[in-house]
Every structure is written in structure tokens, then in C-alpha cells.
């Protein structure tokens, strides 16, 4: 699997949006970005993943770049709660199940009021 | 709620010793994957299952073991343990479909190793 490079940490104002990047420019053609967070040393929650559209759900947004090389996770309204360490993760399949996640350093968000 | 259940949620033991840490995942996964999250590690993939049959391995010592039961559990067995063994272990469950599908975590197990 492509590896990623994260920022380590970020803050962001509360209310605001949260831009999150990541760079995986080995990607290849059948992986997906998938994003992750860990509100301490709680399980990891998936947020939210993609191939090469921009997707949206009821949490964030990810906008990938046309050539693939990076992508974005966007926190539209950022509040206290969305304080976490955020993992970017490119992850291959193959014909029998998802390959195994593997978690970088990741960013770390704090969100401040 | 995930729908990923880990027990226990702590576990105290001393060194040498043998604990099994128990996995049930969302109805209907057939993969099960095994992290362990240190301090000085972060989250360290160790072994992955898909209905039954181990299918990939990462950072595990020989000292540990995991199975898939047929009803789809897992069970990770660590045995002779030593103070470094002392973390946070995370199951993940997930459909293991050739689509592009998200796992989803349990809360974990606090291993504390005296």
C-alpha cells in the first residue's frame, strides 16, 4: 500500500472549517483514501473514504485531486468534540477482502474555542 | 456504538502469564483484523482473518496467537507475557467484500502487565 504524509499537528477555531491533508503519491490505481480518527485512546472511528470523486457524508468531506496524489478531509464546522488524531490511510483490496489498515503518526487536531 | 464488541475492557495480569482477549464483530463481517496500540508505537497492525482463515500477518510476536471461530469471532491469546506487552488491543471488523468497505473498531482491551 502507497504510503501517506500527514502534517503532525493542526489547531483549528471552533466553528470553523478543519482542512486536513494528506500526500500519497505512490498511489496506484485500485487504492482508496480512506480517513480515520482516535479520540483518546478511544477505538478508531472511520470517517469517511473515496477513489477519485469527492465524497461527502453527514461528517466531512474528502476532495482528492484529479491526479490522485493527495486529498483533503474537511471538517465544515469544526467543534470541541472533533478534537483527535486523524489517520489518512491509502489501502488496497484484493479479491477476498480489504487488506489490513495500516496507521501512520496520522495529524493531530485540536479543535480551540 | 460501533457494533464491535471487545472483552474485557481491562485486564491486569503479571509478567509470564496467558490472557485471551475476545472479539465479536458487526453481524455479518467476515473479516477481523487485530491492532495493538502502545504509547511509544501508536496503532500497530498485527494479524487479519477473513471467515475463518488468517490472511495476512503484521507485528506479531510468536508469543501470540489469534483464531476466527465459525461463528465468526476472534480470540487473540498472548502468553509469556512481558511488561512491553502493556497496550491497548483493538479488533476491527469488516465486511471483507471486494468493494471499497470501512472496518470498524471496538473500544479495546487495556492490558496492564505488572
Redesign the interface.
Known amino acids: 500500500d502507497a504510503k501517506t504524509t500527514q502534517p503532525p499537528s493542526m489547531d483549528c477555531a471552533e466553528g470553523r472549517a478543519a482542512n486536513l491533508p494528506c500526500n500519497h503519491s505512490t498511489i496506484s490505481g485500485n487504492e482508496y483514501v480512506y480517513w480515520y480518527r482516535q479520540i483518546h485512546s478511544q477505538g478508531p472511528q472511520y470517517i469517511i473514504h473515496g477513489l477519485k470523486n469527492n465524497e461527502t457524508n453527514e461528517m466531512a468531506s474528502l476532495i482528492i485531486t484529479e491526479d490522485r496524489k493527495s486529498s483533503t478531509l474537511i471538517l465544515p464546522h469544526a467543534t470541541l468534540r472533533d478534537t483527535a488524531v486523524y489517520y489518512c490511510i491509502v489501502r488496497g483490496k484484493w479479491n477476498s477482502g480489504n487488506t489490513p489498515l495500516v496507521f501512520g503518526k496520522g495529524t493531530r487536531l485540536s479543535v480551540i474555542a | 456504538d460501533?457494533g464491535?464488541t471487545q472483552t474485557p475492557k481491562h485486564l491486569i495480569t503479571a509478567t509470564g502469564q496467558r490472557v485471551t482477549l475476545r472479539c465479536s464483530p458487526r453481524s455479518g463481517d467476515?473479516?477481523v483484523?487485530w491492532?495493538q496500540?502502545s504509547l511509544d508505537q501508536?496503532?500497530?497492525?498485527l494479524i487479519?482473518y477473513?471467515n475463518g482463515e488468517e490472511?495476512?500477518k503484521?507485528n506479531i510476536l510468536e508469543r501470540f496467537s489469534a483464531q476466527q471461530f465459525p461463528d465468526l469471532h476472534s480470540e487473540l491469546n498472548l502468553s509469556s507475557l512481558e511488561l512491553g506487552d502493556s497496550a491497548?488491543y483493538?479488533c476491527?471488523s469488516?465486511e471483507?467484500?471486494?468493494?471499497?468497505?470501512?472496518?470498524?473498531?471496538?473500544?479495546?482491551t487495556r492490558l496492564t502487565v505488572v
Open positions: 460501533s464491535v467476515l473479516s483484523y491492532y496500540q501508536g496503532l500497530q497492525f487479519h477473513y490472511r495476512a503484521g491497548l483493538f476491527a469488516s471483507g467484500g471486494i468493494g471499497g468497505t470501512e472496518a470498524f473498531f471496538g473500544q479495546g
